[in-house]
C-alpha cells in the first residue's frame, strides 16, 4: 500500500509503497476512509520542536482517522468488523507515535476508538477526532462555558468554527472576532450575536470566557476584553510567545488557561451534535495523493474549514 512518509523537518513528505500494517493481539485493524489534514502537521513538517514527538522515523502522519475495521484479534470483544469508527488521537498518539491516517490502513487500540453514530461522514468524523475534540474540549471543558455566558471566539477558521457552533448549541451568547471579514456571515450563521475585526471590540459587552483559536497578538487583547474575574482559553498557537499587562491580569482578576486536546467524550459529544444535523463544520475533501498539496495549502492560509482525504467510498 502507499503512504504519506515523515523523515524530517524542512524536508516534504514521500509518497511510498509501506508494508500493511499487521493485526497484533488486543487491536483491530481499520481501513481508513477520511484521513483529516491539520496545521500541526505543517508545524511537524517546519518546526524541529515536533521532532520530539516523533521518536521513530519515517512516520506515516496523520492524527484525525475515520473509517472501518476489517479485522480484530482474537481478545478484542469490544468491537466487531464492520464497526465505523473514529480515533481518538490522545490515546496513542497516531500520526506521530504510531502510523497515522495519511496512508489507507492502521492498527488501533479498542480503548482508543469512538463508534461513528449513524448519519456521520467519514468525513465530519475525521474532523470531530481532533478539530472537534479539541474545540469542544476548549470551549466546554477548560472554558466550563454554561447557558447563558457570553463568549469571545477568536478566529472562525478549522477550530473555531466548531467552537462557536459548540457554545452557540449550548446556550451561550457568541461574539466572534475574525480579521477576515469574508467569514463574517459564516460567523453568523454559526450562531454568532456580534462579530467583529478584534476581540476588543466587545469589551463593554462583559464576555465571561473568551476563547482564543487564533493565538497572535490576540492574547493580549483577549485578556484586556474579557470582564472582570473572567477567564480566557489559550487554543491558538499562531505565535509560541506573547506579551500582556501584568498590571491588567491582576487588578482585572484574570484567569488565564491553557487547552490542548480534549478526550473521547469531547469527540463523542461533537458526533452527536453532527448526527442531529445541528454541526456542519465546512470540509473540503482531497484525495490521499493531493495530501502533499494540501498541506502547502494550509500552509499559505488558502482552506477555509478542514480538508479531509478520502480514501474510497
Not at 516523533?54 to 479485522?71: D, L, N, Q, W
Not at 467519514?122 to 466546554?140: F, I, K
Not at 457552533?165 to 453568523?188: C, P, Q, T
Not at 487547552?259 to 473521547?264: A, L, N, P, Q, V
Amino acid at each position: 500500500m502507499k503512504s504519506w512518509r515523515f523523515y524530517n523537518t524542512h524536508e516534504p513528505l514521500r509518497y511510498e509503497e509501506v508494508p500493511e500494517p499487521e493485526l497484533q493481539p488486543g487491536k483491530v485493524l481499520i481501513d481508513v476512509k477520511a484521513g483529516g489534514l491539520c496545521h500541526s502537521d505543517v508545524g511537524l513538517l517546519e518546526d524541529e520542536k515536533w521532532l520530539a514527538s516523533v521518536p521513530v522515523r519515517p512516520m506515516t502522519p496523520g492524527h484525525e482517522i475515520a473509517g472501518v475495521i476489517t479485522a480484530v484479534a482474537d481478545d478484542v470483544t469490544e468491537f466487531a468488523v464492520g464497526d465505523r469508527v473514529a480515533i481518538c488521537p490522545m490515546i496513542e498518539f497516531h500520526g506521530y507515535a504510531v502510523d497515522g491516517g495519511y496512508g489507507p490502513k492502521v492498527i488501533a487500540s479498542p480503548a482508543a476508538l469512538v463508534p461513528i453514530p449513524d448519519g456521520v461522514s467519514y468525513a465530519q468524523a475525521s474532523a470531530a477526532t481532533d478539530a472537534g475534540m479539541t474545540s469542544h474540549g476548549a470551549v466546554m471543558g477548560t472554558g466550563q462555558v454554561k447557558a447563558g455566558m457570553k463568549v469571545g471566539i477568536i478566529g472562525v477558521g478549522g477550530l473555531g468554527q466548531i467552537g462557536a457552533r459548540v457554545a452557540h448549541l449550548n446556550g451561550a451568547e457568541v461574539y466572534v472576532a475574525e480579521i477576515n471579514e469574508s467569514l463574517w456571515d459564516f460567523a453568523k450563521e454559526l450562531g454568532a450575536v456580534k462579530v467583529g475585526k478584534a476581540i476588543g471590540e466587545f469589551k463593554d459587552d462583559q464576555l465571561d470566557v473568551i476563547v482564543d483559536f487564533a493565538g497572535f497578538d490576540t492574547t493580549r487583547q483577549a485578556m484586556e476584553a474579557v470582564k472582570f474575574g473572567g477567564t480566557v482559553v489559550q487554543v491558538g498557537m499562531g505565535k509560541l510567545e506573547a506579551s500582556f499587562d501584568i498590571y491588567n491580569l491582576i487588578l482585572n482578576k484574570v484567569t488565564l488557561k491553557g487547552s490542548m486536546g480534549g478526550t473521547k467524550e469531547d469527540i463523542a459529544a461533537v458526533m452527536d451534535w453532527m448526527a442531529k444535523g445541528e454541526l456542519n463544520p465546512s470540509i473540503t475533501t482531497i484525495t490521499p495523493e493531493e495530501i502533499a498539496e494540501g498541506l502547502e495549502r494550509l500552509h499559505r492560509g488558502e482552506v477555509k474549514g478542514r480538508l479531509a482525504a478520502i480514501y474510497g467510498d
